[in-house]
């Protein structure tokens, strides 16, 4: 992200939620190099031959920002988090579109073993990842949004703790029982 002093991105995010459209294309134009490396990561794990690319997801990643409209974050770590709770709907929603569109023959399907559950070779379907974080999500939020920060956000253990107001510690502890039980779900064991 470009060098940008804690008052200038404070005034710059409290702009954008007092309604001012300008302030959030400024904000943009400043982490935009971070929001295509976050969307070529996330990119990354998806089948050769998707259609998706870094600049349209993250063109898809501010129109969700500006369709949201401004919205309280109180730092580089809540804008991010926010960032990466619209990439998440972006992907999910075209992986969605792109499954009906051939009638479940072509699925995305993404490898996680690296950074999400230690289960090598396994690649998992994106909607499938987004069902199982929904249903973490209604058992116990907090880890759901960690490992949406993790995952789709790339924000790493501090940020995120940050972001949830806990410490890092539990925000360790946080992530290793949300990927055993995201496994656990994945694999039929839940």
Known sequence: MATLGGGELTAMLDAWKDGDQGALDRLVALVYPELRRLARRQLARRRPGDSLESAGLANEVYRGLVRAGGVACENRAH??????????????????????????GGVTRVSIEETLLPAPGRGVGLVELDEALEALGRMDPRKCRLVELRYFGGLTIDEAAKVLRVSPGTAKRDWLLAKAWLLAHLSGDA
């Open 79 to 104: 804008f991010l988090a926010l960032c990466a709770q619209v990439m998440r709907r972006v992907v999910v929603d075209y992986a969605r579109a792109r499954a009906s569109t051939k009638r479940g």
